[in-house]
């Protein structure tokens, strides 16, 4: 059974840094594509970044590009979101998400399983 855990979320003033962290288990870590979700406060959830399996291909949502990065690491089976720059309107619940295979998609339908998500609150 697929698992993913996140962790590293907190508070963090503006212009700060973050960076989240999401175990996997329970299937071959490098077959498939990771991806990070955020929901902020009454909108809907929405892409954040994706990876591919082999870490060639990398992709990010306009609001957090040039800020966030994404990495995994296929030995330890943990994805990563390194969080700079932090801003107020980042403020959300960061979910971890795997695809059903090695590619992804920006659309919130499209991951197979989800985490319980982590909380991220920057406050001004």
């Known amino acids: 059974q697929v698992q993913l855990e996140e962790s590293g979320g907190g508070l963090v003033q503006a212009g700060g840094s973050l960076r989240l962290s999401c175990a996997a288990s329970?299937?071959?870590?490098?077959?498939?594509?990771m991806g990070w979700f955020r929901q902020a406060p009454g909108k809907g959830r929405e892409f954040v970044a994706a990876i591919s399996g082999t870490s060639i291909s990398t992709a990010y949502g306009d609001d957090v590009r040039g800020r966030f990065t994404i990495s995994r690491d296929n030995v330890k089976n943990l994805a990563y979101l390194q969080m700079n720059g932090l801003k107020p309107e980042d403020t959300a619940v960061y979910y971890c998400?795997?695809?059903?295979?090695?590619?992804?998609?920006?659309?919130?339908?499209?991951?197979?399983?989800w985490g319980q998500g982590t909380q991220v609150t920057v406050s001004s």
């Open positions: 998400a795997r695809f059903h295979d090695s590619t992804w998609s920006l659309s919130v339908n499209s991951p197979e399983y």
């Open positions: 329970g299937s071959t870590f490098s077959n498939y594509a």
